[in-house]
Nanobody
Framework: VQLQASGGGLVQAGGSLRLSCAAS????????MGWFRQAPGKEREFVAAISRNGISLDYATSVKGRFTISSISRDNAKDTVYLQMNSMKPEDTAVYYC????????????????????WGQGTLVTVSS
């Protein structure tokens, strides 16, 4: 599956951005999806994940309370996963990557980057103070 992330940009602290990740090439609904981010000099870290059926969701502790329960969503008809980011902070500045994890489980989410076999190219998010 090929993934194309978009929606990054420059936003002021407290602002919002919506990232999109469009998939192609394979059956999108066969994949659990996740968003990760990597700041300069740091390792890639988990941000949010959603199951194949879109029912199971989870978020990193660092974004809980700022991202709503529906911040990560997917539209299997459009082969796209979204990440709505609110109340953004300068520490959210990073390159954001979407990942796809092929799985037979409709309801599981995955937290480790090693579980994701496919990645988008990343989209840069910069939050100014």
């Amino acid at each position: 599956v090929q993934l194309q992330a978009s929606g990054g940009g420059l936003v002021q602290a407290g602002g919002s951005l919506r990232l999109s990740c469009a998939a192609s090439g394979r059956t999108f609904s066969d994949y659990a999806m996740g968003w990760f981010r990597q700041a300069p000099g740091k390792e890639r870290e988990f941000v949010a994940a959603i199951s194949r059926n879109g029912i199971s969701l989870d978020y990193a502790t660092s974004v809980k309370g700022r991202f709503t329960i529906s911040s990560i969503s997917r539209d299997n008809a459009k082969d796209t996963v979204y990440l709505q980011m609110n109340s953004m902070k300068p520490e959210d500045t990073a390159v954001y990557y979407c990942g796809a994890a092929r799985t037979s489980s409709r309801g599981d989410v995955y937290y480790s980057a090693t579980r994701y076999g496919y990645w988008g190219q990343g989209t840069l998010v910069t939050v100014s103070s």
